[in-house]
């Protein structure tokens, strides 16, 4: 049967198959990934997250507005305490979705310690260090750190915004 095209779903971001990668040693800061993997193509509700654990620390995964180094968190997602693994799904509560415009990026802010690994590559802009003040949801921030990462975590896109409940397919 084919699937209506209201419930089109889209994932971005760099969640691969493997959980191994580096840990950063930094905690409680917010990054920014402005590279195409991470970059929404299109309009529509965030849905789900995926992503590998490294520890069972608490993470908020957000979604940023912007370009060059100064970006808007737009919304997030706070991941409580978890198991960890190499596939860990969070199901974002409908009152919770993150509704997205195309060219908004994933970003994300690690608590203590940082769980969600990476690999070398892409494009990733980072607070002024560990322990920098908690971005607030509708402000603008200036990243002046920067460097070449990829994290494991994904977003999946419910595709059009506007109210359109989502399951996984």
């Known amino acids: 049967t084919a699937v209506p095209s209201a419930l089109a779903q889209q994932e971005v971001g760099g969640w691969r ?35 590998h654990k490294v520890h069972s620390s608490s993470v908020k995964l957000q979604v940023y507005r912007g370009s060059g180094s100064t970006y808007t968190l737009i919304g997030e997602n706070n991941i409580a305490t978890t198991s960890t693994g190499t596939a860990y799904t969070y199901n974002v509560p409908s009152s919770q979705q993150i509704t997205v415009q195309a060219g908004d990026y994933i970003g994300l802010r690690f608590s203590s310690p940082a769980t969600i690994p990476f690999t070398g590559g892409g494009s990733v802009r980072w607070g002024s260090g560990p322990g920098h003040h908690d971005v607030p949801v509708g402000s603008a921030y200036t990243f002046p750190g920067s460097g070449g990462r990829q994290y494991a975590v994904t977003a999946t896109l419910c595709q059009p915004a506007g109210g359109v409940t989502c399951t996984k397919l």
């Open 17 to 51: 198959s493997s959980g191994t990668g580096g840990v950063d040693g930094w905690t409680n800061f917010n990054m920014v990934f402005p590279q195409t993997m991470y970059r929404f193509g299109s309009a529509g509700n965030v849905c789900s997250w995926k992503m």
